[in-house]
C-alpha cells in the first residue's frame, strides 16, 4: 500500500503558500493514475512552487513505477501435456534430458507434492482456470473438438484475476475446453471462447493434437482458412466426410507417419490418424512437425509487445501429448523414442520462454510455473514406439514416467494427479525444494490474494489461497486436496489418501474403498483400510461433505 505523503512534501507545501491541501489531493489521485491532475495543480500555484511540486510528483511517480513492478510481477504458466513427474531431469528421469526445466528448477522451487485438478486433461484445465473442480459441471470430460465451450462466459477465471489487476493475458497453444456455444462453425467468428472469459488475446489448438479440425485458431478466426475451402467437422462415424482426408479405417494405408493403436483412426491428416472427421480447410491445416516452434514464436511476440506492462501468459504446451511428433532436429535427443523426444522439445521450448524473459529484462520480476495437466501416459493411440497400453504398467521401455508413485493418466492414483511442479521468481521465491501440499485448483485464490483482487462472490468455490506455500514461506500447504479421476474423486489429508470403493476396481482387497499412509508407502501398494477404519470412515465423509456441499463444508478449509 501507499504510504502518507512524507514530512518533507508537507512542510515544503506549507512553505510555498497552503498548497499542501492540493498536494495531498494531487498524491491521492496518483494512486488511481489521474496523473492529469499535475496539471491543474500547476495552474493554481506560482512557478517557484510549481518547480517544487513537480520535482516532488516526479518522485512519487518514480516510486509508483518501482513498486508496480516489483508488487505486479507478470507471470508465466507453462502447462504440458501429460508429463508425469518422472519426465523430467530434476525429479529423477536418467532418459530424458530436460537441462532447460532442471536450471528453471534450480533456479526456483521445486514441489515433491504439487498435483493438478485431475487425472485428465480438460477437467484438470477447467479446474486450474475457474478454481471449480470439474466433477461439479456437466460438459468437462474430456472434449470432442466440436464440443461448447465448457467454461460460461460468466464465469470468474484467473484471467479475470489478472484483468482486475490491470494485466493483459493470453493463452497460447493447445485449449481442448470447448468453443461456441452448440454447433461450432469455424468459418466464421468463433466465439465464447477464450476472449469470452477474461483473455486479451489467444492463439489455439481448439482441442487436441489428435482431434481435429487441425487447424490454429487466433482469437475468433481460423489461421489462413480460405473461404472458397470452407471446414467441416463431425464426430458422427455416420458422417465420415471422406472428401478430403482418407478415412483411416477404411484406408489404414494412408496413416504413413505411424499407423494407431487404438481408436485415431478417423480422418487422416498429415499421414496421422485423427479422433473425428473434418473436410476443407487445406490451406489452414497445421504441420505437426514445427507446431512447437509456432507456438513459442507466438509466446516471444507476445511477451516482447508486452514488456512494457504486466501480463499473464498460459502456454499451454501440446507435448507430450500424442500424436508425438517432435521436430526431426530432437529425433535420437532422448533414449525413449517419440515420446522421449517430444518431452525434450518441450525442453527446449521451456528454455526459449525463459530466454525471451531474459532478453527483455523481465526473469527477476516474472513468476514461471511449469507444471502438467495430468500424469504420464505411454501408448496412447499410436504405434509411436511405447510398448504399454496407456498407464496400465509403470515402467515402458526401463523409464517411469511417474517416478516413484503408482499409476498415471486416466487413474486415481498418485501417478494421475501429482505432477511437476516448480515456481522461479527470482525476486522473491528463494530456491529449493518444498514438500508443501499445493493443487492448480488453488491457483486462483492465490493470484488473487497477491494482486489484492477480490473475489466476486460464487467465483472460484473450490480455490484457497495457498500463495505463502507457492511461494515457499508455508512448509506445509494445504490440510487436503482432492485429487479426480474421470468424474469421482479421492481425497489426500495429510499423509493419508482415501479412494472410496466405487472407484477401486484395480485392487483386489478394495472392500470398502482404499486408504494408504503415504509417508511409508508412497507408491500406494499396501491398503491398509482394515486396520485403520476410523481414519478412512472420517475421510468418506469429509469428502462426502466437499463433494455434496463445497469445500467450505470441510474442516480444515482456510
Not at 466464421?188 to 488475446?201: C, M, T, W, Y
Not at 501429448?321 to 522439445?345: C, T
Request: net charge negative; proline share 5%; glycine share 10%.
Amino acid at each position: 500500500m501507499w504510504d502518507p505523503p512524507s514530512t518533507f512534501a508537507k512542510a515544503t507545501a506549507r512553505q510555498v503558500g497552503g498548497c499542501y491541501i492540493m498536494l495531498d489531493l494531487a498524491l491521492s489521485r496518483l494512486l488511481s493514475r489521474e496523473r492529469q491532475f499535475k496539471d491543474e495543480l500547476m495552474k493554481k500555484c506560482d512557478l517557484s512552487v510549481s518547480v517544487v511540486v513537480s520535482l516532488i510528483i516526479s518522485a512519487v511517480l518514480f516510486t509508483s513505477a518501482a513498486f508496480a513492478a516489483a508488487d505486479r510481477p507478470n507471470v508465466v504458466i507453462i502447462y504440458g501435456d501429460d508429463v508425469g513427474i518422472g519426465d523430467v531431469g530434476a525429479y529423477g528421469a536418467k532418459m530424458i534430458p530436460t537441462p532447460n526445466i532442471d536450471r528453471l528448477a534450480r533456479q526456483g522451487r521445486l514441489f515433491t507434492d504439487g498435483h493438478c485438478g485431475a487425472s485428465t486433461c480438460t477437467p484438470s484445465r477447467y479446474s486450474m482456470l475457474t478454481g471449480e473442480f470439474a466433477f461439479r459441471k456437466q460438459g468437462t470430460g474430456i472434449l470432442a473438438g466440436n464440443a461448447k465451450m465448457s467454461i460460461s462466459t460468466d464465469q470468474f477465471t484467473i484471467a479475470s484475476v489478472f484483468g482486475s489487476a490491470g494485466y493483459r493475458s493470453a493463452v497460447i497453444g493447445k485449449w481442448h475446453l470447448g468453443l461456441g456455444d452448440g454447433d461450432v462453425d469455424f468459418n466464421g467468428e468463433v466465439k465464447p471462447g477464450p476472449l469470452e472469459i477474461g483473455f486479451d488475446h489467444c492463439f489455439l489448438l481448439p482441442a487436441t493434437n489428435d482431434r481435429v479440425p487441425c487447424v490454429y485458431l487466433e482469437d475468433h478466426r481460423v489461421v489462413n482458412l480460405d473461404p472458397a475451402d470452407p471446414i467441416t467437422v463431425s464426430y458422427n462415424s455416420k458422417n465420415p466426410l471422406t472428401d478430403t482426408y482418407p478415412d483411416g479405417v477404411a484406408t489404414p494405408e494412408a496413416m504413413t507417419y505411424y499407423k494407431s493403436t487404438h481408436g485415431h483412426n478417423h480422418s487422416v491428416i498429415n499421414g496421422i490418424g485423427r479422433i473425428g472427421y473434418m473436410s476443407g480447410g487445406r490451406s489452414a491445416l497445421w504441420d505437426d512437425e514445427t507446431m512447437a516452434d509456432v507456438l513459442v514464436g507466438k509466446a516471444r511476440k507476445y511477451i516482447t509487445e508486452n514488456r512494457k506492462r504486466p501480463f499473464f501468459l498460459f502456454f499451454s504446451s501440446q507435448d507430450i501429448h500424442v500424436p508425438r511428433v517432435p521436430n526431426p532436429r530432437f529425433h535420437g535427443m532422448s533414449k525413449l523414442g517419440y515420446r522421449g523426444d517430444a518431452m525434450v522439445q518441450l525442453d527446449w521450448t521451456t528454455g526459449e520462454i525463459m530466454k525471451t524473459l531474459e532478453d527483455n529484462g523481465l526473469t527477476d520480476n516474472t513468476i514461471v510455473i511449469f507444471t502438467s495437466d495430468n500424469g504420464p501416459v505411454y501408448d496412447d493411440g499410436y504405434e509411436d514406439g511405447t510398448t504399454v497400453h496407456t498407464s496400465t504398467e509403470e515402467s515402458d521401455r526401463g523409464h517411469d514416467g511417474s517416478g516413484v508413485y503408482r499409476g498415471g493418466k486416466y487413474q486415481i492414483y498418485e501417478g494421475g494427479t501429482r505432477v511437476p511442479l516448480i515456481v522461479r521468481w527470482p525476486a522473491k521465491v528463494k530456491p529449493g525444494r518444498s514438500d508443501a501440499l499445493v493443487s492448480q485448483v488453488d491457483f486462483l485464490a492465490s493470484f488473487a490474494a497477491m494482486l489484492d483482487v477480490d473475489l466476486p462472490k460464487g467465483a472460484g468455490p473450490d480455490s484457497r489461497d495457498y500463495l505463502s506455500a507457492l511461494l515457499g514461506k508455508d512448509k506445509k500447504g494445504s490440510e487436503f486436496i482432492i485429487e479426480q479421476a474421470r468424474s469421482a474423486a479421492a481425497l489426500r489429508r495429510g499423509q493419508w489418501k482415501y479412494i472410496p470403493d466405487k472407484m477401486s476396481k484395480s485392487a483386489k482387497d478394495t472392500a470398502g474403498g482404499e486408504l494408504y499412509n503415504l509417508k511409508s508407502d508412497p507408491g500406494e501398494q499396501n491398503n491398509v483400510i482394515s486396520d485403520h477404519p476410523e481414519a478412512a470412515s472420517s475421510m468418506a465423509a469429509m469428502l462426502e461433505r466437499i463433494v455434496e456441499g463445497g469445500m467450505a463444508k470441510a474442516k480444515g478449509n482456510r
